[in-house]
């Protein structure tokens, strides 16, 4: 396991309380480096959106469970948010909510010229996703040629 593994992983076992005491979800926390500067970020939510509001009280109380740990040995800035529209689908949880809705899919490299695809979510399992395209055919993808999947949103 990576360091930063090791980050995300203890970040998690410390939120995952304060986020289920208030009746929020963890989404993700991930611990990423950007432009020299190291963040670690919890992404929280719960039914009808999570406010500004939402994110103080648990940022709040993270930081203090953060400065009580201090098991991040480089400098880095903290940040709880809401994981917006474009959320890619990560857990468990979140491909069995999205079964049935329409999913943006995103591969590495392309698979008959194209590297994006709109379809129906219509199965999944530990290594790969199948949806149902527009044009009614079936397409399964393995998650390791996923580079973004997430709710097809239009606007």
Same mark, same amino acid.
């Given at each position: 396991?990576?360091?930063?593994?090791?980050?995300?992983?203890?970040?998690?076992?410390?939120?995952?309380?304060?986020?289920?005491?208030?009746?929020?979800?963890?989404?993700?926390?991930?611990?990423?480096?950007?432009?020299?500067?190291?963040?670690?970020?919890?992404?929280?939510?719960?039914?009808?959106?999570?406010?500004?509001? &939402?994110?103080?009280?648990?940022?709040?109380? +993270?930081?203090?469970?953060?400065?009580?740990? &201090?098991?991040?040995?480089?400098?880095?800035?903290?940040?709880?948010?809401?994981?917006?529209?474009?959320?890619?689908?990560?857990?468990?949880?979140?491909?069995?909510?999205?079964?049935?809705?329409?999913?943006?899919?995103?591969?590495?490299?392309?698979?008959?010229?194209?590297?994006?695809?709109?379809?129906?979510?219509?199965?999944?399992?530990?290594?790969?996703?199948?949806?149902?395209?527009?044009?009614?055919?079936?397409?399964?993808?393995?998650?390791?040629?996923?580079?973004?999947?997430?709710?097809? +949103?239009? +606007?």
């Amino acid at each position: 396991m990576s360091r930063r593994e090791e980050y995300e992983q203890k970040a998690e076992e410390l939120i995952t309380p304060i986020v289920e005491a208030n009746g929020f979800e963890l989404v993700d926390v991930e611990y990423v480096k950007e432009g020299g500067t190291w963040y670690l970020r919890a992404y929280i939510d719960k039914e009808g959106g999570i406010t500004v509001d &939402d994110c103080e009280i648990v940022s709040r109380a +993270f930081s203090d469970r953060l400065d009580a740990e &201090d098991f991040i040995d480089d400098a880095y800035i903290m940040e709880v948010s809401s994981p917006g529209l474009g959320r890619p689908l990560k857990k468990e949880k979140d491909y069995k909510r999205s079964m049935g809705k329409e999913l943006e899919i995103r591969t590495y490299r392309a698979i008959e010229r194209n590297r994006e695809f709109y379809g129906i979510l219509t199965a999944y399992d530990d290594n790969s996703v199948t949806i149902l395209e527009e044009d009614g055919t079936e397409r399964v993808f393995q998650k390791s040629d996923i580079a973004l999947i997430r709710l097809a +949103f239009d +606007f």
